[in-house]
């Protein structure tokens, strides 16, 4: 099991920034991938970034350039730093975990996580 808590949402002016940090504590296996998604009402759950264990991370289209995943193993935690946030990035940020069997890769469909935070409001106006 895997139990993840998220911190950092707010409200900001557009242009701003945030940080968000989600801390994992791990009861069996590590997981594989750890993700940001995000879900705007009416719109579908959307992947902002995943990170393997090996440190490497890849973003959604619309927030490559601006949006930063990186992750500090020894403090199982995982951070995602916004810069110049725009109206369209408001949304609800949940942070996920995945493990189970070892795609080579980590996905990007929020179907294929495990394990979810419960969800950080990020306003930009």
């Known amino acids: 099991d895997v139990q993840l808590v998220e911190s950092g949402g707010g409200a900001v002016m557009a242009g701003g920034s945030l940080r968000l940090s989600c801390e994992a504590t791990?009861?069996?296996?590590?997981?594989?991938?750890m993700g940001w998604f995000r879900q705007a009402p009416g719109k579908d759950r959307e992947g902002v970034a995943v990170?393997?264990?090996?440190?490497?991370?890849t973003y959604g289209d619309s927030v490559k350039g601006r949006f930063t995943f990186s992750q500090d193993n020894a403090k199982n935690t995982v951070y995602l730093q916004m810069n110049s946030l725009r109206p369209e990035d408001t949304a609800m940020y949940y942070c996920?975990?995945?493990?189970?069997?070892?795609?080579?890769?980590?996905?990007?469909?929020?179907?294929?996580?495990?394990?979810w935070g419960q969800g950080t409001q990020v306003t930009v106006s």
């Open positions: 996920a975990a995945k493990d189970g069997l070892w795609p080579g890769y980590c996905p990007n469909d929020a179907h294929d996580y495990n394990y």
């Open positions: 791990t009861y069996s296996h590590r997981p594989y991938c």
């Open positions: 990170i393997g264990n090996d440190g490497s991370a």
